[in-house]
């Protein structure tokens, strides 16, 4: 996969993108990306090590007046608040804005309290403090602007194992969605927003940290950036990105499967109920013969 020839307007040569979550996997290669297309690059998270390394060779491709690192907490409004005043200060401007920090811990239902509100802070009111802080400021930019926040088919699906990873990320499919219809109504707006949902990516979050080499079912994370990048030029809000084990088909019948729960009223999650596991089994047999 490569950089599409024609990329969004906001995305070229000069212009400038913002990345949380930047030190590892997705947002890393984002940033890699990136800087090959020329975009000045603002980097941010909370492993400081892998943040500044990740600086020195950005530096090496782009310059030193054309990076920033700033390491941030992006749970704390004051951390993200420097944050905005350094890029404003050092460009006057945020073209891609990308809410890409996240964390996995795992809560049950009725179980691991202090892992939810440890999830809630960083995936959904991470997102919330950035939205918050920079979209002001971005609304009153002459040049067109995005912003990419990343959620997870986890949010959509709500696959069993881990209630509070799947509602934080529920939330900021509902948040990404309030804020793209808000700037839609915008008068003049000039920012659009986008949920980017990344299909089974080889990166540290996934269990890539404990692997040696990359399973031939996950994409690596350079891969889903592209795609990423090439559905944002054709204005995409769901970027519902698939890998070598799920097609984008299989993912689309299996999020309608999950709308009809509500719409047919059955069960909660009765792709997983033992008394519909046949009755599943059959529709996606079914959904994706009729595509062949």
């Known amino acids: 996969m490569t950089v599409a020839d024609e990329l969004h307007p906001v995305i070229h040569e ?7 979550g930047a030190a590892s996997g997705i947002g890393k290669a984002a940033a890699l990306t990136f800087a090959k297309l020329g975009l000045k690059i603002a980097i941010a998270d909370l492993e400081e090590a892998k943040l500044a390394e990740l600086g020195k060779q950005l530096v090496g491709q782009l310059g030193e007046a054309n990076v920033l690192v700033v390491p941030t907490d992006v749970s704390k409004i004051d951390q993200v608040v ?19 920090a996240g964390i996995g811990a795992k809560g049950t239902s009725w179980g691991g309290l202090d892992n939810w509100h440890k999830i809630f802070e ?3 009111f ?25 959620g997870s088919k986890q949010g959509i699906t709500n696959p069993p194992g881990n209630a509070a990873y799947n509602a934080s990320k529920a939330a900021v499919k509902s ?14 707006q000039n920012v659009t927003a986008h949920l980017f949902i990344p299909g089974w990516t080889f990166t ?14 996950a994409w690596s994370a350079e891969e889903t950036v592209l795609y990423m990048l090439d559905r944002v030029r054709l204005g995409d809000f769901y970027i519902l990105v698939p890998d070598n084990e799920t097609k984008k088909e299989v993912d689309q019948l299996r999020v309608m499967w999950g709308a009809a729960d509500v719409a047919e009223g059955r069960p909660a999650l009765s792709r997983w109920h033992p008394n519909y596991k046949a009755l599943f089994e059959e529709y996606m047999r079914e959904g994706l013969s009729q595509l062949e």
């Open 126 to 150: 991470g997102i919330v403090n950035v939205q918050q802080t920079f979209v002001p400021s971005m609304l009153h930019q002459e040049n067109q602007a995005v912003i990419i926040n990343t």
């Open 204 to 217: 540290g979050l996934t269990g890539a940290d404990g692997l040696k080499a990359k399973p031939p079912g």
């Open 82 to 100: 420097r944050l905005k005043d350094r890029v404003y200060e050092a460009w006057g401007e945020v073209s891609v804005l990308m809410n890409n």
């Open 122 to 124: 960083v995936n959904l």
């Open 14 to 20: 000069g212009r400038v993108a913002v990345i949380t």
């Open 175 to 188: 948040l990404t969605e309030g804020l793209a219809h808000e700037l839609r109504e915008q008068p003049d």
